[in-house]
């Protein structure tokens, strides 16, 4: 794994997902013991990118972290029961058994088991299901940002939106998540057509946040950031789609992976998942304009 690529999927880990886990709906309190865990999770994932690849320390130390991802993920599968249960009022029928806002959620809560899972495999230097150390190293980052940020701010965004295109969003993004990664199996079209669905959603979570977010944010800190945010995915979603294009057609220009891990994977780090969930924890702290 490169340093640069190292210090994407650290600052997932011990910033990122900690910060979130803060901004997701829990009524029945079952995130706070896992959301104090993790940092320590994450500084222990952190730790194992400085060792050797192969080493066994490393291996445990990524091991500490899927574990915690593991336990998100089953809570993840417990709030799914619950939801569908509940019923959740009038929003839920049987041709929409989940709610857009849910779907997203549920989305963001089991991304980071993907994410460790692929850590402990590069740790180990083992090729899960046949894929390469690039491979997983792309993929602990992807699923920190474009699965767990990605999905969350998704469902944010639905949850304070009333607008379809919001809704529209919070089911998008989460599709477009699977069907990326399920190109990673079945081929370089499916793949493209999940980067087209992904970059259509975030860029609807775009447009929902500058348009409607930031401008009910009652902090002026909080709409600078929301509207950082906004940009820059809608630059990095540009970037990733025109990357899956040239992946299917050689002439389509597109940057190589380092540069798209310099450009593509630090601005949605920083000025899209950073920017924008602390323009998230802002709002909950500060009254609305409304």
Do not use: K
């Given at each position: 794994?490169?340093?640069?690529?190292?210090a994407?999927?650290?600052?997932?880990?011990?910033?990122?997902?900690?910060?979130?886990?803060?901004?997701?709906?829990?009524?029945?309190?079952?995130?706070?013991?896992?959301?104090?865990?993790?940092?320590?999770a994450?500084a222990?994932?952190?730790?194992?990118?400085?060792?050797?690849?192969?080493?066994?320390?490393?291996?445990?130390?990524?091991?500490?972290?899927?574990?915690?991802?593991?336990?998100?993920?089953?809570?993840?599968?417990?709030r799914?029961?619950?939801?569908?249960?509940?019923?959740?009022?009038?929003?839920?029928?049987?041709?929409?058994?989940?709610?857009p806002?849910?779907?997203?959620?549920?989305?963001?809560m089991?991304?980071?088991?993907?994410?460790?899972?692929?850590?402990?495999?590069?740790?180990?230097?083992?090729?899960?299901?046949?894929?390469?150390?690039?491979?997983?190293?792309?993929?602990?980052?992807?699923?920190?940002?474009?699965?767990?940020?990605?999905?969350?701010?998704?469902?944010?965004?639905?949850?304070?939106?009333?607008?379809p295109?919001?809704?529209?969003?919070?089911?998008?993004?989460p599709?477009?998540i699977?069907?990326?990664?399920?190109?990673?199996?079945?081929?370089?079209?499916?793949?493209l057509?999940?980067?087209?669905?992904l970059?259509?959603?975030?860029?609807?979570v775009?447009?929902?946040?500058?348009?409607?977010?930031?401008?009910?944010?009652g902090?002026r800190?909080?709409?600078?950031?929301?509207r950082?945010?906004?940009?820059?995915l809608?630059?990095?979603?540009?970037?990733?789609?025109?990357?899956a294009?040239?992946?299917?057609?050689?002439?389509?220009p597109?940057?190589?992976l380092?540069?798209?891990?310099?450009t593509?994977?630090?601005?949605?780090?920083i000025?899209?998942?950073?920017?924008?969930?602390?323009?998230?924890?802002?709002?909950?702290?500060?009254?609305?304009?409304?």
């Open positions: 794994m490169t340093v640069l690529v190292g994407i999927v650290a600052l997932g880990m011990v910033v990122i997902v900690p910060l979130g886990l803060r901004l997701l709906d829990d009524d029945e309190r079952r995130l706070g013991p896992v959301g104090q865990v993790w940092p320590l994450g222990l994932g952190t730790l194992s990118l400085l060792l050797d690849r192969g080493a066994w320390f490393a291996v445990a130390l990524a091991g500490c972290y899927a574990a915690v991802a593991g336990w998100l993920a089953v809570l993840a599968l417990a799914l029961v619950r939801v569908v249960r509940a019923g959740r009022g009038e929003v839920v029928t049987r041709q929409n058994p989940l709610p806002v849910e779907v997203a959620a549920l989305t963001a089991v991304s980071p088991a993907v994410a460790a899972s692929s850590l402990v495999a590069e740790r180990g230097g083992w090729e899960l299901l046949g894929f390469g150390m690039t491979t997983q190293a792309l993929t602990a980052a992807h699923f920190h940002y474009a699965g767990f940020a990605a999905a969350l701010v998704a469902a944010l965004v639905a949850a304070t939106t009333p607008r295109a919001a809704d529209v969003a919070a089911l998008t993004v599709t477009g699977a069907l990326v990664f399920a190109g990673h199996f079945t081929g370089d079209g499916v793949e057509a999940g980067a087209v669905v970059t259509a959603g975030m860029w609807l775009a447009w929902t946040t500058w348009r409607d977010v930031a401008s009910a944010a902090d800190t909080a709409r600078a950031l929301f950082v945010s906004a940009v820059v809608v630059l990095t979603m540009a970037l990733a789609l025109s990357w294009a040239g992946q299917v057609g050689d002439a389509v597109h940057l190589s380092s540069w798209m891990a310099a593509h994977g630090v601005a949605n780090a000025g899209f998942a950073l920017c924008g969930l602390l323009a998230w924890r802002r709002v909950q702290r500060t009254p609305s304009r409304r």
